[in-house]
């Protein structure tokens, strides 16, 4: 039974060159255990060993959990944005430099 997901896309809407969206969802039960700050983590090492230069993490202000795992994962707030749809979301970034070393 998988208890989360995560996505890693090396091109999309709003995203640069070089940038990384990471997108993670858990089930409530696996919430405040650490899981997706592990993930987080991992993954930026990946997307930096695939040529990634900047992760994003994009965030809706009403979603206070997933800014708390991107800040424990070294991400500093960014530009906020609008989707298509109108939803605005709190970007999140990390050089992903510095979790190549």
């Known amino acids: 039974m998988s208890t989360a997901s995560f996505d890693l896309r090396f091109a999309g809407?709003?995203?640069a060159p070089g940038?990384?969206?990471?997108?993670?969802?858990l089930y409530p039960s696996r919430r405040g255990r650490g899981p997706a700050t592990?993930?987080?983590l991992?993954?930026?090492?990946?997307a930096a060993s695939e040529g990634g230069a900047e992760a994003v993490i994009q965030v809706e202000p009403e979603n206070p959990a997933s800014s708390a795992v991107?800040?424990?994962a070294g991400f500093t707030p960014g530009k906020p944005t609008?989707?298509?749809?109108?939803?605005?979301?709190?970007?999140?970034i990390r050089d992903?430099?510095?979790?190549?070393?």
């Open 38 to 40: 592990r993930t987080v």
């Open 42 to 46: 991992l993954a930026s090492q990946y």
């Open 13 to 15: 809407e709003g995203l």
């Open 96 to 101: 992903l430099h510095a979790a190549a070393r």
């Open 19 to 25: 940038q990384v969206n990471f997108a993670y969802g």
């Open 82 to 92: 609008h989707g298509k749809d109108g939803t605005r979301f709190d970007w999140y």
């Open 70 to 72: 991107a800040q424990r």
